[in-house]
């Protein structure tokens, strides 16, 4: 199997699996993932997000999953406003989520500028967590760029390289489970939740002295965040079940394309496409950058 097939597999069985997840608006987000987005966004309460979209016709989720962020969307927009998604695993589950909400959803590759050609010009693309399992996220970036209307923008986030040891547990651990079914790989990746949930419970923060061979930085931590941080993605969010909170972890784990990048690589893709950034924001795990095409181009 090769690695683009496994990826496609894992985020089909994914989204098939939890097919309704957060998949009912901005009613059906938790708090706590909501808040993330809109804050690595830019956005500090929904509100200023329903203020961007209304200014936007055309709006493209590329990479859609089962079509939460689109669900999001669908609240905010304008009535005018043309919905639409592409995806290569889930595109079936997000038609069935979605209905009229869109105007279409269809099932494409990022690195094939045909699939996003058949579709309307957007003026706002909203491409997070999707770039780094593709097998060629620049090429695939060049072509939303491509596609992107003049003046529009696009917002993308990517999973950002981390310290050493985090890398390194990251990377062994998909080695393990990548080849293992869905059933079995999520099986695995609830040692992770079950780890999460146990140290997140323990309520405790301490102070950390800077590690500079380990790349961590002096800080105050809770037990969770300073394992998550620094060792392994142990995630636990308790505004979720423990079959979704499974599913996050196995969603880190399991796809065998998983880049990981830097903010000037990052910076560096919009600047070669011509596109001046608006926005960056970078955490301990991602780089969201929100880019404007010239309307000269």
């Known amino acids: ?29 938790d708090s706590e993932t909501l808040n993330w987005i809109l804050g690595r966004n830019g956005f500090a309460i ?25 669900g999001l969307f669908a609240d905010l927009v304008s009535p005018e406003t043309r919905l639409f998604g592409i995806d290569l695993a889930a595109a079936d589950v997000a038609r069935k989520n979605l209905g009229p909400k869109v105007e279409q959803v ?22 997070q967590e999707v ?16 596609i992107l209307s003049p003046g529009g923008e696009i917002a993308i986030y990517v999973y950002k390289r981390k310290a050493p040891v985090r890398e390194f547990t990251d990377d062994h651990v998909r080695r393990l489970i990548q080849d293992r079914d869905y059933a079995q790989a999520m099986d695995l990746a609830s040692d992770f939740t079950r780890l999460g949930k146990a140290l997140t419970e323990l309520d405790v ?11 961590i930085p002096a800080g105050r931590y809770t037990v969770q965040r300073f ?10 969010n308790p505004e979720l079940s423990a079959d979704h909170n499974d599913m996050i972890n196995f969603d880190w784990y399991h796809p065998s394309i998983c880049s990981r990048h830097t903010p000037d690589e990052v910076n ?8 001046s950034v608006v926005h960056q924001y970078v955490d301990e795990y991602g780089i969201t950058v929100r880019g404007k095409k010239s309307l000269n181009l």
Not at 136 to 146: E, S, T
Not at 227 to 236: E, N, S, T
């Open 46 to 70: 929904l509100e200023d997000l329903r203020t961007f979209l209304r200014e936007r016709s055309v709006i493209l989720d590329a990479g859609c999953g089962n079509g939460r962020i689109l």
């Open 227 to 236: 394992l998550y941080h620094f060792f392994a993605k142990c995630y636990w």
């Open 1 to 29: 199997m090769t690695n683009e097939i496994q990826t496609a597999y894992s985020f089909g069985e994914k989204w098939r699996s939890s097919a309704n997840f957060q998949a009912d608006g901005a009613e059906s987000f």
């Open 205 to 215: 923060e301490f102070d950390v002295p800077e590690v500079r061979c380990l790349e």
């Open 106 to 127: 269809i099932a494409g590759d990022l690195t094939q500028i045909d699939a996003l050609t058949a579709l309307p010009a957007p003026d706002f693309i909203y491409c």
């Open 268 to 275: 560096g893709w919009f600047e070669s496409n011509n596109l």
């Open 131 to 146: 770039l780094h399992h593709t097998s060629d996220p620049a090429g695939a970036f060049k072509n939303l760029a491509q």
